[in-house]
């Protein structure tokens, strides 16, 4: 299954609300999530099954999507967003990722 | 608490291979699948493959498939990660993950491939 991230990259402003989109070549269901990567770091999971939100992660994150169509939205970006985010697919192995969007600051 | 712990850097030299490992702990361990997840330098993430440490069975993306072996040891909680015939596109930082019932990673491991 291949994911297709858009953009691969944005830049934006602190209190922009931003949407990054990840498509899938065929159904995934809701079997997807969202990272956000920093420089030098692990990603780190901020949704699971498309619209859950991980424990402790704000809640200006938010996903939305089901079947082909996948949106990660940040309502009201602070300082500390911006990084790299991918989305990934757990339908079925092997796992794919998408190419990754980098979020920076204008 | 969970952690994931992963061994260190390694240097190897082109056709060489590599082993990683990754010891966990907090949980556990025949419970949960731990996957492998690689980044080259300035690129995004690629999933390598997953072992079930229950039943020791694996799933391997198929670009990898001739050249990794993923196995497991229940005795210490330590899943291994071999990649064989190294060539300079293999460096990268190899990551192990929990990604079940919450989001765990390793610390990555630093693995160059250079003459």
């Known amino acids: 299954i291949q994911m297709t991230q858009s953009p691969s990259s944005l830049s934006a402003s602190v209190g922009d609300r931003v949407t990054i989109t990840c498509r899938a070549s065929?159904?995934?269901?809701?079997?997807l999530g969202w990272y956000q990567q920093k420089p030098g770091k692990a990603p780190k999971r901020l949704i699971y099954g498309a619209s859950s939100l991980e424990s402790g992660v704000p809640s200006r994150f938010s996903g939305s999507g089901l079947g082909t169509e996948f949106t990660l939205t940040i309502s009201s970006l602070q300082p500390e967003d911006f990084a790299t985010f991918y989305c990934l697919q757990y339908k079925d192995y092997p796992y794919t990722f998408g190419q990754g969007t980098k979020l920076e600051i204008k | 608490q969970v952690q994931l712990v992963q061994s260190g850097a390694e240097v190897k030299n082109p056709g060489a291979s590599v082993r990683v490992s990754c010891k966990a702990s907090g949980y556990s361990f025949n419970t949960y699948s731990i996957h492998w997840v690689r980044q080259a330098p300035g690129q995004g993430l690629e999933w390598m493959g997953i072992i079930n440490p229950n039943v020791e069975s694996t799933n391997y993306a198929q670009k990898f498939r001739d050249r990794i072996s993923v196995t497991s040891d229940t005795s210490t909680s330590t899943v291994y990660m071999q990649l064989s015939n190294l060539r300079s596109e293999d460096t990268a930082i190899y990551y192990c993950?929990?990604?079940?019932?919450?989001?765990?990673w390793g610390q990555g491991t630093l693995v160059t491939v250079s003459t």
């Open positions: 065929e159904g995934i269901r809701n079997d």
């Open positions: 993950a929990r990604l079940r019932r919450g989001d765990y």
